[in-house]
């Protein structure tokens, strides 16, 4: 079946523009999960959302990120007026569930570089 | 607070021969699950293992195995017979289970792997 489905795989911006990635999930996985890795921070926990209960917003770095999830399924995230610290790989992943033995699946990313 | 640690950044064998890769974590919880990653040059993090705190078993599959020793919190990984194919960054992670659960993954820095011909 189809695994995780992010977009755009690349995205080139200037730096103050706004951003939005898009994330959907393998059908039927009712957790969704976003994930920024750059060089300097490794992999880091952005946010989480699990079926209808209040989103995880605690690894957002700042106000200027927000993300959302229509119908359980889809989810954006969106970065307003972007800096050049915003440069990184963004990652999203689905799971089953939210109990943490399941294994959270990753699609590709998307590789944003703010100019 | 938990705590990943891959010392290894950087490893490079030739194919064939076995490499292992360390993994060492820190909680003060009792219930969590480890798990191991592989990213290859594509960019995806595919899924390779899961082992709950429970479960000290080793296991094997295929050229891969496991170690698991809750009394040095390590969780390492070896490759056995390496090839080519195998290059890649391998990330250990860290979730924890029950009412600490957020959701969330907590990575190591990743080792990576260049297996030559």
């Known amino acids: ?115 | 607070a938990q705590k990943v640690t891959q010392a290894q950044t950087e490893i490079s064998v030739v194919e064939k021969e076995d490499v292992t890769l360390d993994c060492v974590y820190e909680t003060r919880d009792t219930t969590y699950y480890l798990f191991w990653y592989k990213q290859p040059p594509s960019g995806e993090l595919v899924f390779l293992i899961r082992r709950n705190s429970f479960d000290e078993q080793n296991e094997i599959s295929g050229r891969y195995s496991w170690n698991f020793q809750k009394s040095t919190s390590s969780f390492n990984f070896t490759i056995t017979a390496s090839q080519v194919v195998d290059s890649a960054v391998y990330f250990c992670a860290l979730i924890l289970h029950g009412s600490s659960n957020t959701g969330k993954l907590i990575f190591g820095q990743g080792t990576t792997l260049q297996v030559k011909p």
């Open chain 1, 1 to 115: 079946g189809a695994g995780v489905s992010q977009s755009p795989s690349n995205k080139v911006t200037e730096k103050g523009k706004d951003v939005e990635l898009r994330c959907d999930p393998i059908s039927g996985h009712t957790a969704l999960y976003w994930y920024r890795q750059s060089l300097g921070q490794g992999l880091e926990f952005l946010i989480y959302f699990q079926g209808n209960s209040a989103p995880d917003k605690s690894g957002l770095p700042s106000d200027r990120f927000s993300a959302e999830r229509t119908g359980g399924s889809v989810s954006t995230l969106t970065i307003q007026r972007t800096q050049q610290e915003d440069s990184a790989v963004y990652l999203c992943a689905s799971s089953l569930g939210g109990r943490s033995n399941q294994p959270q699946h990753f699609g590709d990313g998307t590789r944003l570089s703010i100019l």
